[in-house]
T-cell receptor, first 114, second 115 residues
Framework: QKEVEQDPGPLSVPEGAIVSLNCTYSNSAFQYFMWYRQYSRKGPELLMYTYSSGNKEDGRFTAQVDKSSKYISLFIRDSQPSDSATYLCAMEGAIKAAGNKLTFGGGTRVLVKP | DTAVSQTPKYLVTQMGNDKSIKCEQNLGHDTMYWYKQDSKKFLKIMFSYSNKELIINETVPNRFSPKSPDKAHLNLHINSLELGDSAVYFC??????????????FGEGSWLTVV
């Protein structure tokens, strides 16, 4: 079983709909939670970052973390065709002397149809 | 200007060959990484360098060797390529080493196909 599980999709929604993405994880040491967006043939880019539990909103994007359930979510409101991409969740533990060691989910492919 | 650039973007090579992928970042970051993305899209860290010092070395065959001539460059050399090495390799960088959800900036990837 992977440390971070994510439904690969594809998740197809009509333009303007709310996109709901989620990840579950097993390592209770994870404290930092991120969502990356990856367009086809491109590198991942950071969308949202949340520390510990709670919600965070940035424009059309809302990230939620429920550490008690080991479950994180990303919501995209008023989805646009340009939101079509693969969304990867990523997590890491507490501060270490060594570098960032993100653990990624496998990504969910999202298709927003005009 | 591309923040993290890597070359080549596409590479097709035969089994047994040796190849290198080069990476440069112009963000002034201290830490650089190599990640591997397999066919199922899982991204896994391979190596991390901070100030030219190797700080993360995951369980990677010793055919893979990173080299950091300076803080702005981190190259990946692969010896005796195998079919299973076919993947996308991403170079990345961040301001500092350590946690706190430090933003990691990825390059566009190098698609390696071993035939």
């Amino acid at each position: 079983q992977k440390e971070v599980e994510q439904d690969p999709g594809p998740l197809s929604v009509p333009e303007g709909a709310i996109v709901s993405l989620n990840c579950t994880y097993s390592n209770s040491a994870f404290q930092y939670f991120m969502w990356y967006r990856q367009y086809s043939r491109k590198g991942p880019e950071l969308l949202m970052y949340t520390y510990s539990s709670g919600n965070k909103e940035d424009g059309r994007f809302t990230a939620q973390v429920d550490k008690s359930s080991k479950y994180i979510s990303l919501f995209i409101r008023d989805s646009q065709p340009s939101d079509s991409a693969t969304y990867l969740c990523a997590m890491e533990g507490a501060i270490k002397a060594a570098g960032n060691k993100l653990t990624f989910g496998g990504g969910t492919r999202v298709l927003v149809k005009p | 200007d591309t923040a993290v650039s890597q070359t080549p973007k596409y590479l097709v090579t035969q089994m047994g060959n040796d190849k290198s992928i080069k990476c440069e970042q112009n963000l002034g970051h201290d830490t650089m990484y190599w990640y591997k993305q397999d066919s199922k899209k899982f991204l896994k860290i391979m190596f991390s360098y901070s100030n030219k010092e190797l700080i993360i070395n995951e369980t990677v065959p010793n055919r893979f060797s990173p080299k950091s001539p300076d803080k702005a460059h981190l190259n990946l050399h692969i010896n005796s390529l195998e079919l299973g090495d076919s993947a996308v390799y991403f170079c990345a960088s961040s301001q500092v080493a350590g946690g706190r959800g430090n933003t990691i900036y990825f390059g566009e990837g190098s698609w390696l196909t071993v035939v």
